[in-house]
C-alpha cells in the first residue's frame, strides 16, 4: 500500500511539474523583444540601442551580452564596451541595475509587462569581429551589440534602424519587414547578422541556381568589378554544383572597408577588401579564394558542423577539435573550386598545395603540437597559433588542414577505384547530419564517413589528425599520379608538387575528377 502511494505522489508532483513547465513556457511564448539602433554622434564612435522586452511576469530580468562571436573562435568579452545602461518601466520609472559582471546585468523592481533598457556602445577598433562607427558608416557585429534575456535564445527578436542624417543604406542578412524594420526567427539568428551602414556601394548583382546574390561594400576601391563579379560567380557556382543545394533565398556579400580578415553567417559573409589593390591576376585570384572560402562556409561550419558549435553558449569558450574540419577543409575547397570553375588553371592549382605543404614543413611547431590539438587550443593560441615566443609549439589548421584533406581524398578516390571522393563525404555529412538529423558531428562519426567512402579502414591518415607524426606525402600524391619535389630556398625547404611523366589509367582518372569533379 506505501508504494502505491508513493508512485501515486510521483506522478502527481509530475503532472504538477510538467503544467508549471507547460504553463510558464507558454507565458513566456507571449514575450517580445524589440531592438532599436541609432547614432545621435557617429563622429564619437559610439552608436545606441534601446530595448523593449514586453510580456514579462517576473519583477527581475538578467540581460547578458555575449562574450564572443561564432566563426571567430576567441573571448571578446563585448560587454566591456557597454556604457550608460539604464532600464525603465513602461511608465518610465528607472529601474534598480546591478552589474554583476562584465556580460551580466540584472535589472529588478520590475513591476509591468513592459521593460525598457537603453545602452551605449563604444567603438574603438575596425575589425571584422567588432563593431566600428565612424562619421561616414557603421559596421554593427551583433555579439557586440545586442543584449539578451538570460536562458531565453528562443525569442523572435525584431530590429528598427534609425538612420543618421545623410546616411542611406542598410546591407545584412536580417529578414526585411519593411523600411529600416527587420527580423531574425531567434536570438541565434539575429547573433548571425552583421549589418553595415552607410551610403554604400552595391556591384552587379548575379544569379546562382535561381538564387540572387548580391555584394554590397563601404570604400570598395577602384578596380575591374565586372570582370571581379563574374570570377566570383564561377567560382560560387563550381560550390553548389558541388553540393547540389542552396540553403537560403538570397546571399549578400558585405564588404566593410580595407582591413583584414572575414567571418561567416548563414546567408551572407561580412570581410575587410580593398579594391585598388586588385590590380593584378594573382590579387584578384587571391581575393577570389578568400571569397570563396567564406562562401563554401555556409555549407562547410555553419551547417555542416561539430557537434560542440551549435547551440552556442556564448557565455564560454565552445571547444571542437574539429576546426581542422570546418577552417581547414574549407580552404581545401576553396582551390578545388576555384580550378574546377576555371579561376585558376592547373599550375595555379598546384602550387596552391605545393605552398600549403612548405609552410606546414617549415613551421617547428609541427613536432610539438598535433591537428586536434590546434583546434581545441584555438580559444588560447589564436587560429594561426601562439605568436610571438621563443619556442614555436604550436601550428595552425589553416595550412595542416587542408593537406590532410588533400590527402584524404586521394586516400577514398584511390581505395574506392574513384567512386567516391571527400566531395560524397561532404555531401553525405551536409545531407545527413544538417538536413536529416538536424545536428552537428562527433569526431567519430566524421571517421566513420571518411571510412565508409572509402570502404576501408584509414587508420594512418587519423594518425596524422591526432598526432605529430611525419605525413607521407609521396605515398598519397602519387594515387593521383604526383610528385612532391623538395629545393632549399634561403636555408628553408621548398616543395613543388608536378605530374608524374609516367601514370596509369587509374592515376590519371583519379586526376582529372578531382581537377574538374566527379563524372559518375
Not at 8 to 22: E, H, N
Not at 88 to 116: N, R
Not at 376 to 394: I, K, L, M, S, V
Request: hydrophobic share 35%.
Amino acid at each position: 500500500m506505501n508504494q502505491l502511494i508513493k508512485h501515486l505522489y510521483k506522478g502527481f508532483f509530475s503532472l504538477i511539474t510538467l503544467f508549471s513547465l507547460f504553463f510558464s513556457t507558454n507565458l513566456f511564448a507571449q514575450s517580445h523583444l524589440n531592438y532599436e539602433i541609432s547614432f545621435p554622434d557617429p563622429s564619437s564612435g559610439s552608436y545606441r540601442v534601446e530595448m523593449r522586452i514586453s510580456g514579462l511576469s517576473a519583477n527581475e530580468l538578467t540581460l547578458q551580452m555575449p562574450r564572443w562571436m561564432p566563426g571567430y573562435y576567441q573571448l571578446m568579452d563585448y560587454g566591456k564596451n557597454v556604457q550608460n545602461l539604464k532600464a525603465f518601466s513602461q511608465s518610465g520609472i528607472e529601474l534598480p541595475v546591478s552589474h554583476e559582471d562584465f556580460s551580466t546585468w540584472t535589472i529588478s523592481g520590475i513591476k509591468s509587462e513592459t521593460l525598457i533598457v537603453r545602452y551605449d556602445i563604444q567603438t574603438v577598433r575596425k575589425f571584422v569581429a567588432t563593431s566600428f562607427v565612424d562619421k561616414e558608416h557603421a559596421y554593427i557585429v551583433p555579439t557586440n551589440s545586442w543584449l539578451y534575456p538570460k536562458g531565453r535564445l528562443d525569442l523572435a527578436p525584431e530590429l528598427k534602424v534609425i538612420l543618421p542624417d545623410g546616411w542611406a543604406d542598410v546591407a545584412t542578412g536580417l529578414k526585411e519587414e519593411g523600411a529600416l524594420s527587420y527580423s531574425a526567427e531567434d536570438m541565434d539568428v539575429f547573433f548571425d547578422s552583421p549589418l553595415l551602414i552607410g551610403n554604400l556601394e552595391e556591384l552587379p548583382s548575379f544569379e546562382v541556381a535561381g538564387v540572387k546574390h548580391r555584394f554590397l561594400a563601404h570604400q570598395i576601391g577602384e578596380f575591374d568589378k565586372q570582370d571581379f563579379i563574374n570570377r566570383l560567380q564561377n567560382s560560387l557556382e563550381a560550390s553548389v554544383e558541388l553540393m547540389g543545394d542552396i540553403p537560403f533565398e538570397e546571399y549578400t556579400f558585405i564588404s566593410i572597408g580595407p582591413g583584414r580578415g572575414g567571418i561567416e553567417h548563414l546567408n551572407n559573409t561580412t570581410f575587410s577588401l580593398d579594391g585598388n589593390q586588385l590590380q593584378s591576376e594573382g590579387a584578384v585570384n587571391g581575393a577570389i579564394a578568400f571569397l570563396t572560402h567564406e562562401y563554401y562556409h555556409h555549407y562547410n561550419a555553419k551547417r555542416i558542423r561539430p557537434v560542440e558549435l551549435g547551440p552556442f553558449d556564448y557565455q564560454k569558450a565552445n571547444r571542437t577539435t574539429q576546426l581542422w574540419v570546418s577552417e581547414g577543409l574549407t580552404v581545401y575547397y576553396e582551390y578545388i573550386l576555384m580550378r574546377r570553375s576555371g579561376v585558376i588553371n592547373d599550375e595555379q592549382f598546384l602550387s596552391y598545395f605545393a605552398d600549403l605543404i612548405t609552410r606546414y614543413e617549415n613551421d617547428e611547431g609541427k613536432s610539438f603540437q598535433s591537428l586536434e590539438e590546434s583546434s581545441y587550443r584555438t580559444w588560447d593560441e589564436g587560429p594561426f597559433g601562439q605568436q610571438g615566443t621563443a619556442q614555436d609549439t604550436t601550428i595552425t589548421y589553416y595550412e595542416k588542414g587542408p593537406v590532410l584533406g588533400l590527402l584524404l581524398d586521394f586516400a577514398i578516390r584511390n581505395a574506392s577505384d574513384n567512386q567516391q571522393s571527400l566531395d560524397d563525404v561532404m555531401r553525405f555529412m551536409y545531407n545527413h547530419y544538417y538536413k536529416d538529423l538536424g545536428r552537428g558531428f562527433t569526431d567519430a562519426e566524421i571517421r566513420e564517413a571518411c571510412e565508409n567512402a572509402a570502404g576501408m579502414p584509414l587508420g594512418e591518415l587519423f594518425d596524422y589528425l591526432q598526432t605529430t607524426k611525419v605525413l607521407d606525402y609521396q605515398k598519397y600524391l602519387q594515387m593521383a599520379g604526383l610528385d612532391l619535389e623538395k629545393s632549399k630556398v634561403d636555408g628553408k625547404d621548398k616543395f613543388t608538387i608536378v605530374r608524374s611523366s609516367d601514370t596509369n589509367e587509374k592515376q590519371s582518372k583519379i586526376y582529372k575528377e578531382w581537377t574538374e569533379g566527379n563524372s559518375h
